[in-house]
Every structure is written in structure tokens, then in C-alpha cells.
């Protein structure tokens, strides 16, 4: 931390990444500093002989519009080269956010920069703050083109799949691949059967015919249990199913 001169700042030393300097947020801190609000310090890269001004653009021009001569730094040694290094991912988690063309324009200068050049995709993305899928889809944009297509393509098909598995009757209650009845079933089975027994063991006392009736009766009470429980069960996967498909529907619409 130092008081330096504002004037010996250098803000032309490739360094800014946003597109333009905005007004508004400028007004807005003037505002906020004329009621006491504390802002940090510009940070900026001393190479022995000039300050490199890497974050706080708006800042400086808040404390050059006041008419400040001194102001507060942080600042590290470094050379002009280090400054912009540092500078492409700036205001990536603090400050005014940045839109998508200023990500853009500090991932297309590192892919120029002699000191990030040949990094990877991930090592771009981490220097710029930003995301790697970002960086990939303006390294090679006919690759994100046909990641979108794909991504559009796999939407398409599992919205198709929901649509055709909403649309079908429910005709078999056990499901094909179901080997066995689930939890709800079983208690639907024990309440069907907590019904049957006072009227079983009443019946069931000699005669064995019946005994077979009521047997017969307790089997067909039990299925209609648990057909009573998956048609519930059904019916909320396909309303379920519904709000799915006309979510995909949406995003396929966005993605085009």
C-alpha cells in the first residue's frame, strides 16, 4: 500500500478489458463515496517506474471527476506484460460484472498475449475467471455450434421419449420389468388384509369350499390394492412427465 499521485497511474498500458467505461456505474460510486462509503484501493503493477492500473478503471475516474491528486494503491513489482496478465480477469468476482462481450474481449486478448497463448482451455478460463466451456466455444466456434446441435439433439430425444411415455395406456399394472411390490404396495396389502380377516375367520370354520372363497376374495382384494397404488403412482409420473416435456420444450425453443 502506497499514496501515489494520480497522475502517475498509466491506464494505457493494455490493461482495461472492458469495452467501455461505464457512466452510470461512476455516477453511482460518487454517489456513495459523497456519503462515506470506504472503496478499496486500485490495484495496480509497479514496474519501477510506472503504475500499471490492472482494477479499478472506475474508480479512477470517480477520484479524477472529484479532482483527487493523491489516492491509495495496492500494488505488486511486476513488468507491463505481468499487469495484463493479471488485468484479463478483473471485476471477475467484485466490482460492476462484466457483460459477455467484456469476458470476451480478456479471453481473446489472452489467446493474443504471449504469456497465455499456449495454455489450455481450463488454464485460459481460470486466468479470465470465467468458464472453460466459454473459452472453448470462442477458441473453436464451430466445435460450440456443434456442441449446441448435439445439446439441442439429446433435448429432443429425451422430450420425445417423455411425450411417447405419457401417451401410453396403463394396461399392465406390474410393470414389465418390476420384480416385486414396493413398500406403499405392501402396507396397501396389509390394510387389505386387516379388513379380510374378521370375515375370514368366520367363514373359514368347516367348510373348506369356503375357505377357498375367502382365500380367493384376500387375493383379489390385495391386487386391487396395489393396482389402486400404481395407477396413483402413474398418473403422478405422468403429470410429472408433462412438466418435463414442456421444460425441455422451452429450453429447445432457447437453444434454437
Same mark, same amino acid.
Given at each position: 500500500?502506497?499514496?501515489?499521485?494520480?497522475?502517475?497511474?498509466?491506464?494505457?498500458?493494455?490493461?482495461?478489458?472492458?469495452?467501455?467505461?461505464?457512466?452510470?456505474?461512476?455516477?453511482?460510486?460518487?454517489?456513495?463515496?459523497?456519503?462515506?462509503?470506504?472503496?478499496?484501493?486500485?490495484?495496480?503493477?509497479?514496474?519501477?517506474?510506472?503504475?500499471?492500473?490492472?482494477?479499478?478503471?472506475?474508480?479512477?475516474?470517480?477520484?479524477?471527476?472529484?479532482?483527487?491528486?493523491?489516492?491509495?494503491?495496492?500494488?505488486?513489482?511486476?513488468?507491463?506484460?505481468?499487469?495484463?496478465?493479471?488485468?484479463?480477469?478483473?471485476?471477475?468476482?467484485?466490482?460492476?460484472?462484466?457483460?459477455?462481450?467484456?469476458?470476451?474481449?480478456?479471453?481473446?486478448?489472452?489467446?493474443?498475449?504471449?504469456?497465455?497463448?499456449?495454455? =489450455? !482451455?481450463? #488454464?485460459?478460463?481460470?486466468?479470465? /475467471?470465467?468458464?472453460?466451456?466459454?473459452?472453448?466455444? %470462442?477458441?473453436?466456434? $464451430?466445435?460450440?455450434?456443434?456442441?449446441?446441435?448435439?445439446?439441442?439433439?439429446?433435448?429432443?430425444?429425451?422430450?420425445?421419449?417423455?411425450?411417447?411415455?405419457?401417451?401410453?395406456?396403463?394396461?399392465?399394472?406390474?410393470?414389465?420389468?418390476?420384480?416385486?411390490?414396493?413398500?406403499?404396495?405392501?402396507?396397501?396389502?396389509?390394510?387389505?388384509?386387516?379388513?379380510?380377516?374378521?370375515?375370514?375367520?368366520?367363514?373359514?370354520? =368347516? !367348510?373348506? #369350499?369356503?375357505?377357498?372363497?375367502? /382365500?380367493?376374495?384376500?387375493?383379489?382384494?390385495?391386487? %386391487?390394492?396395489?393396482? $389402486?397404488?400404481?395407477?396413483?403412482?402413474?398418473?403422478?409420473?405422468?403429470?410429472?412427465?408433462?412438466?418435463?416435456?414442456?421444460?425441455?420444450?422451452?429450453?429447445?425453443?432457447?437453444?434454437?
Amino acid at each position: 500500500m502506497r499514496e501515489v499521485k494520480l497522475s502517475d497511474i498509466k491506464l494505457d498500458g493494455g490493461t482495461q478489458n472492458r469495452v467501455s467505461i461505464d457512466q452510470a456505474t461512476i455516477d453511482e460510486y460518487l454517489e456513495c463515496m459523497e456519503d462515506g462509503a470506504i472503496f478499496p484501493p486500485l490495484f495496480c503493477v509497479f514496474d519501477g517506474t510506472k503504475y500499471w492500473l490492472v482494477d479499478g478503471f472506475h474508480r479512477y475516474q470517480c477520484y479524477l471527476q472529484r479532482g483527487d491528486k493523491v489516492v491509495s494503491i495496492d500494488y505488486k513489482p511486476g513488468t507491463q506484460e505481468e499487469a495484463q496478465v493479471l488485468s484479463f480477469g478483473a471485476n471477475g468476482k467484485h466490482g460492476r460484472p462484466r457483460s459477455h462481450e467484456d469476458k470476451r474481449k480478456a479471453v481473446l486478448a489472452a489467446f493474443e498475449h504471449p504469456h497465455t497463448k499456449d495454455l =489450455s !482451455d481450463y #488454464a485460459v478460463a481460470a486466468k479470465c /475467471e470465467v468458464s472453460s466451456p466459454f473459452v472453448a466455444g %470462442l477458441r473453436n466456434p $464451430e466445435k460450440k455450434k456443434k456442441q449446441a446441435e448435439n445439446s439441442q439433439k439429446h433435448h429432443q430425444s429425451k422430450s420425445d421419449e417423455l411425450i411417447n411415455y405419457a401417451g401410453k395406456p396403463v394396461d399392465n399394472f406390474s410393470g414389465g420389468d418390476q420384480v416385486g411390490p414396493d413398500d406403499a404396495e405392501l402396507k396397501a396389502g396389509e390394510l387389505a388384509r386387516e379388513k379380510d380377516i374378521a370375515t375370514m375367520y368366520k367363514m373359514m370354520e =368347516s !367348510d373348506d #369350499a369356503l375357505k377357498t372363497a375367502v /382365500e380367493e376374495n384376500h387375493r383379489l382384494n390385495l391386487l %386391487l390394492a396395489q393396482l $389402486e397404488l400404481r395407477m396413483n403412482g402413474l398418473m403422478n409420473e405422468k403429470n410429472e412427465a408433462i412438466d418435463m416435456v414442456k421444460k425441455l420444450q422451452k429450453q429447445i425453443e432457447k437453444n434454437k
